[in-house]
């Protein structure tokens, strides 16, 4: 009798402690786990434990369903194994409408699922699941884009322009203003600090996924991302953040793995809010448009990141920068390392200046974007189509960029254009179709111990068009090579053969007719 008084006090005196240490057990407060929607007990839950200074909200297993949520300071939430929890997919429950940013825009649009606002130390964890049953707005984006001539504006559509009369875009974004419709993203804090997500799975989002705006010292750490095709629903996309931690993630979703922004034209440049200080590591991509990418919304700038030990595997593209004329910004001090690729359907790299939209040369500006100090280290890919490009814009090159220890098996090689200050060093590229390295408009370079292991008779390895100030030195081709080098234009000059062996090489260099006399020194 003694021992089963001590197990039962055991029993209560545990319980007890458990109900007083922050922890709420959401089947306590009003909540069910049998797929009944209850967005009321969970916030009231939130309310409750925010008011005691904090706490945890508890999932045990079972079937949750909620509307948008607003996280609340010092709140965590947590998903035992087995909780699954699910978002609602009536508009409704989204409303009312809260300051959000959308796609570098800030506006007044629908609550995303979940919500925080100048909070600091909120957690979400566990290993459940968390649905955003996302298929309901893709179909109403689906049905407004794919309308053939006006259809009526449903509420929704019409309280959004009453509450951003004023807004500022560029006409290139009027197609996706004009729609009035902008899905929630499943996460999104703005002007918060101190955020940690981790272990949990996410999966049919609205929207983009993982959206920390405007916030400090962000941890995204051993989740999954499952979203299907559909539209624009990135992974995870910190925006104007500062010191950025993401590791050991496994995405596949219907856009663009992780990307990293900082706000759009003229609206990003008045935050003037950088994105710095992120590192991204020890993460699996599958599907996505992207691995890791920057912009195209950088307008506040971005800098001061890392990318390593990461594999992408039936992306789009791999790493990929992007902006374009208008956006202004300056994206800067890029290190990527150790990184393996398979299976891309496009570019393995690209850095490119003309995304979206190829317009006309402008005076530099606040409207310029500028890439600069942008490393690219140890880089592995198989079956891609095009190793890499770097395209810049007349007014602004892209400069001081290398590669190193990069070997890739595709389609078609690296091409620069208009870029200044780039280096290549042990770089291999096996490429079907063309040249290995292709430089066009281009000044100071360098390519050191490059070339291809499955040279193309009739096909340069190296083919430079109108560049200067090239250093081509330390090759020595291994496999019979027909042709080397190919170079033509007027304005190339000052390119330096210097210490190559080309004993496998049957024409070292092929000149082109425009090709000036003195303009390589051998």
């Known amino acids: 009798m003694k021992n089963i008084l001590f197990i039962l006090f055991f029993i209560t005196g545990f319980n007890t402690a458990f109900a007083n240490d922050g922890w709420l057990n959401i089947l306590n407060e009003g909540g ?100 955003g049953q996302g298929k309901a707005w893709w179909n109403e984006v689906y049905r407004i884009e794919t309308a053939k001539g006006p259809i009526p ?94 590791s050991n993630c496994h995405i596949s979703v219907g856009d663009d793995c992780i990307t990293i922004k900082s706000g759009r034209d003229a609206d990003g440049r008045k935050y003037g809010k950088a994105t710095e200080n992120v590192t991204i590591t020890n993460c699996t991509m599958l599907s996505g448009h ?31 920068i992007k902006s374009a004329r208008g956006r ?62 770097v395209r810049g814009i007349s007014e602004m090159p892209i400069q001081n960029i290398s590669f190193s220890n990069i070997n890739m098996d595709g389609k078609e090689g690296f091409t620069v254009i208009t870029a200044t200050d780039i280096e290549f060093h042990d770089v291999k590229v096996n490429a079907s179709v063309g040249s290995s390295f292709k430089i066009a408009d281009a000044k100071n370079l360098i390519l050191d111990n490059v070339g291809s292991s499955t040279p193309i008779k009739g096909v340069p390895v190296i083919k430079i068009d109108n560049a200067s100030n090239i250093m081509i030195n330390n090759n020595f081709p291994f496999n019979a090579t027909d042709v080397f080098i190919e170079a033509d234009g007027k304005e190339t000059k000052n390119i330096f053969l210097k210490n190559n062996v080309f004993n496998n090489v049957n024409t070292v260099l092929k000149k082109g007719k425009d090709l000036d006399k003195k303009a390589i020194t051998e």
């Open 153 to 246: 504006e449903t509420k929704y559509q019409k309280m959004w322009t009453e509450q951003n009369k004023g807004i500022v875009y560029e006409p290139y974004y009027k197609r996706t203003i004009d729609k009035h419709f902008f899905r929630p993203s499943f996460f999104q804090a703005y002007g918060c600090k101190n955020i940690l997500i981790e272990g949990v799975t996410f999966q049919n989002s609205p929207f983009w996924t993982i959206n920390p705006e405007f916030c400090d010292n962000v941890t995204v750490t051993g989740i999954s991302i499952f979203n299907p095709h559909s539209p624009n629903t990135d992974g995870i996309n910190p925006s104007s953040c500062t010191n950025v931690h993401i």
């Open 328 to 389: 202004g910004g300056v994206v800067e001090d890029i290190r990527v390392d150790n990184i393996v690729m398979k299976n891309i359907k496009e570019e393995a790299i690209i850095l490119d200046l003309f995304y979206d939209k190829d317009n006309a040369a402008e005076p530099v500006t606040e409207r310029t974007p500028t890439f600069r100090n942008i490393h690219i280290s140890n880089v592995t890919g198989g079956n891609v189509n095009k190793a890499g490009v």
């Open 290 to 320: 992207g691995g890791v990418v920057i912009g195209s919304e950088m307008s506040g700038g971005i800098k001061k990141v890392t990318i390593s030990n990461c594999v992408f595997d039936g992306t789009d593209r791999g790493i990929r």
């Open 32 to 131: 069910n786990n049998k797929g009944i929607k209850c967005t009321e007990a969970i916030q009231n839950a939130i309310e409750k434990a925010s008011k005691n200074g904090g706490g945890t909200i508890f999932f045990p297993a079972g079937e949750y369903l909620t509307g948008a949520l607003k996280l609340k300071s010092n709140i965590t939430i947590h998903l035992d194994s087995g909780a699954l929890l699910k978002f609602s997919d009536n508009f409704d429950d989204y409303l009312p409408y809260v300051e959000m940013r959308y796609e570098g825009l800030v506006m007044k649009s629908f609550s995303p699922l979940f919500y925080a606002k100048d909070a600091e130390n909120i957690t979400i964890t566990g290993r459940g699941v968390i649905d």
